[in-house]
């Protein structure tokens, strides 16, 4: 399987509209694997139409589900022929907040699956005051895996991955805009989601900056035991890699250590 992060700048000179045109360029260019040459799997960064920091726009720049960036993404996946996670979009509810919500869709441009952030960052402001949290786990069924869907902050509570696992997970994607103040964590904290739940992790980050803030980049890709397998560096790239789903079984036959879970299995006695 072959899959491609597309590791962007968020440029605040750059229209919205103009940066959905570039990033569904973007995707097209990657199609093509009938002919061998494109990929399966094409991932996105977190909030690239707006930029994961710059709170003020969230609001501004929100849109319905199915609204421009659904529709372009869709026709995108559609054209290239590849499944597109579209990295995750200010979201307006007609009935509820603002949700940081990622799309998933098929090769048809079908949406496969929309994932409404759990875990918001920012303690007491950005995100976690603009915008709702979401409940629900989602996981996404390919021909060759089931895709973990999880963003940025959520990569810091293994207990959401765990579920993921337990609804059957077998690779865990990654949108994020994750500063670079804190890239180590990113790096860490990425292995330590694979090696934990013998699962490959596609983690796509950004570029450039978000509102002043500096972004770590480094998308990342990460087999069942740890390694790296390939890994960007701090500007605009295409990181692709070629991977073999089979090494999630095979993993977890030869060092079966998820057989061998207790806490959180069955509820706590009284």
């Known amino acids: 399987m072959r899959a491609s992060l597309i590791q962007i700048a968020v440029d605040e000179g750059e229209s919205v509209e103009s940066r959905r045109v570039r990033v569904a360029s973007l995707v097209r260019a990657q199609g093509g694997r009938a002919q061998g040459g494109g990929a399966d799997l094409v991932v996105l960064p977190e909030l690239w139409t707006t930029g994961a920091f710059a709170y003020e726009e969230f609001g501004r720049e929100a849109e319905p589900l199915e609204g421009p960036t659904y529709e372009a993404m869709a026709k995108a996946a559609s054209d290239a022929g590849v499944w597109l996670h579209a990295g995750s979009i200010p979201e307006r509810d007609p009935d509820g907040p603002l949700y940081n919500t990622s799309l998933v869709f098929s090769p048809s441009g079908e949406l496969a699956a929309a994932y409404r952030k759990i875990h918001r960052f920012g303690f007491d402001k950005g995100e976690a005051v603009l915008m709702g949290a979401g409940r629900?786990?989602?996981?996404?069924?390919?021909?060759?895996?089931?895709?973990?869907?999880?963003?940025?902050?959520?990569?810091?509570?293994?207990?959401?991955?765990?579920?993921?696992?337990?609804?059957?997970?077998?690779?865990l994607v990654v949108p994020a805009g994750w500063p670079e103040r804190r890239r180590g964590h990113w790096t860490l904290l990425a292995r330590a989601r694979a090696v934990e739940n013998q699962a490959f992790v596609l983690a796509c980050g950004t570029a450039g900056a978000h509102a002043g803030v500096p972004q770590a980049g480094h998308s990342i890709v990460v087999d069942p035991w740890g390694e790296v397998l390939a890994e960007a560096g701090a500007g605009e790239e295409i990181l692709t890699v070629d991977f073999d789903p089979g090494k999630v079984g095979v993993t977890r036959e030869q060092f079966p250590a998820l057989k061998d879970r207790v806490l959180g299995l069955e509820p706590p006695r009284r």
């Open 136 to 171: 629900e786990l989602v996981t996404v069924r390919l021909p060759e895996t089931v895709l973990g869907v999880a963003t940025c902050y959520d990569l810091r509570f293994p207990e959401l991955f765990r579920g993921l696992v337990d609804a059957g997970a077998e690779t």
